[in-house]
């Protein structure tokens, strides 16, 4: 018999990753996981491909790679975690057409393909569908991937009006600045002293707030955009 509590979550490259705490909080919470990833991207940043990652490659900016991906999965998908994305940091005056492209193309173009995917053929039972999507209003000297962000969220709202007599429900989850390796250590007392709560979020703080979402008590919460960052300002 097919598993019928299946999540598929995106972008778990890095083990020290929001993706990664995400899949494991699932597990935890009895799910079957299967996890994507993409080495090019991970390779072109300053952290490296972390090159004992497992789960599925998978090249977002490729449009057919969302059906193949579905494809590939043998259980029906009951909760799609969309972690993925395409940041590099450039501003307004500095972006390249193809840097935008590539952008739209992973962070909004693929999560909707790979929601629109899910919903087709969704197959779990009425009410217990469930989509999250990781999202972020950082814009200023972020430009690509603070404006894809933007149309994630959009995409997010539509696919919870529309995708509600499937008994999907689906929101985005901005977690604010987060602890992955990123933040530089020059900078980490500065995004600490911005925190009402004294610290830098952590993976496992967005990690909770999916899997609540994802679980029976998070179905009656839909078409949400949820600041979950401590307060920050």
Known sequence: MKNKKTALVTGVGRKAGIGAAIASRLREDGWTVITTYWSGYDRRMPWGADENVQGIEADLADPATPARLFDQIDDDVQALVLAHCESVNS??????VDSFDRHFAVNARASWLLI???AQRYRGPHGAGRIVTLTSDHVVHNLPYGASKGALDRITLAAAGELGHLGITANAVNPGPTDTGWIPEAHRDAFAQHNPL???????DCASLVAFLCGPEGGWVNGQVLVSNGGAQ
């Open 91 to 96: 501003s307004l005056l500095d972006t390249t």
């Open 116 to 118: 629109r995917e899910f």
């Open 198 to 204: 004294g610290r830098i979020g952590t993976p496992r």
